[in-house]
């Protein structure tokens, strides 16, 4: 089975030599790599709607949880799937086939490695859906929130900077 991961397979990969992006407006930064906890500047939960606000590098992030366990997500609407970093996989205690070797989608830099997962249960904000599948990409650094959960969702809309969940 290959899946279409989605357009921000760049986010995912390791950025080697990629210099950091500029911060013209002195916006607060936030390493979305090491702040793990689910409760964050940019998003937040009422009424059954989730707000999300931009952040200085143009993405929306969401901090939902994965069996539990949270998880810092990239926002991507064009993704089809829910895509995970070994690391938010381990803490999500999804167990994982040393060597991840089979071919699971396309990026622009072509074939992606990785496992079809199951994952028991992805929840953001009143939102909870359950026995999903997913995947860890081998060498990801950030994980994915595409449709398959995005769908859930009544609308995902977005006004300016800011992204509502209903």
Do not use: C, W
């Not at 939960?45 to 969401?62: I, K, M, W």
């Amino acid at each position: 089975m290959v899946v279409v991961i989605g357009t921000v397979i760049g986010a995912m990969m390791p950025s080697g030599s990629r210099s950091s992006p500029s911060n013209p407006d002195n916006a607060k930064i936030i390493d979305v790599d090491s702040d793990r906890s689910l409760s964050i500047e940019n998003q937040s939960s009422q009424d059954g709607e989730v707000r999300l606000h931009r952040f200085y590098d143009g993405h929306f992030y969401a901090d939902a949880s994965v069996n539990g366990a949270p998880v810092r997500f990239l926002v991507d609407t064009g993704a089809t799937g829910i895509a995970l970093t070994q690391s938010d996989a381990q803490r999500a205690s999804i167990a994982l086939t040393p060597g991840m070797s089979e071919v699971i989608g396309r990026g622009a830099g072509g074939e992606l490695t990785g496992e079809m997962i199951r994952l028991e249960t992805v929840t953001l904000g009143h939102k909870e859906a359950r026995d999903m599948t997913g995947v860890v990409i081998d060498g990801a650094e950030q994980s994915l929130l595409g449709q398959a959960f995005l769908s859930k969702f009544d609308s995902v809309e977005i006004h300016g900077d800011e992204m509502v969940l209903r």
